[in-house]
């Protein structure tokens, strides 16, 4: 069982940046992604990168603006977020994914606490 620990959220404004760590514990081989979610969404995806950091993967929105990036000697794989809008505000989740026809899906049904980012405008 992989466990999951977010941080590096905040408050920021608009036109600024966060980056985000996902620190993960037990086997961490996988494909690893970002999700959000907001109060008026479910969880989206966001980002995905592959095991040897290769591929990467973004929804539109974010595309040219976030990076997602992995250090697997040390389990961690983070999201580097740019030119932060008020839309991005939400609480960021990390896990594994798999690859559904088009879509990219949480692979594990356990989500850490996530870490709240707040884009003022």
């Known amino acids: 069982q992989v466990q999951l620990v977010e941080s590096g959220g905040g408050l920021v404004q608009a036109g600024g940046s966060l980056r985000l760590s996902c620190a993960a514990s037990?086997?961490?081989?996988?494909?690893m992604g970002w999700f959000r979610q907001t109060l008026e969404k479910e969880r989206e995806f966001v980002a995905a990168?592959?095991?040897?950091?290769?591929?990467?993967d973004y929804t539109d929105s974010v595309k040219g603006r976030f990076t997602i990036s992995r250090d697997n000697a040390k389990n961690t794989v983070y999201l580097q977020m740019n030119s932060l809008k008020p839309e991005d505000t939400g609480v960021y989740y990390c896990?594994?994914?798999?690859?559904?026809?088009?879509?990219?899906?949480?692979?594990?049904?356990?989500w850490g606490q996530g870490t709240q980012v707040t884009v003022s405008s």
């Open positions: 037990g086997r961490t081989d996988y494909v």
């Open positions: 896990n594994r994914v798999i690859r559904y026809g088009s879509r990219w899906l949480p692979q594990s049904g356990s």
């Open positions: 990168i592959s095991w040897a950091g290769g591929t990467t």
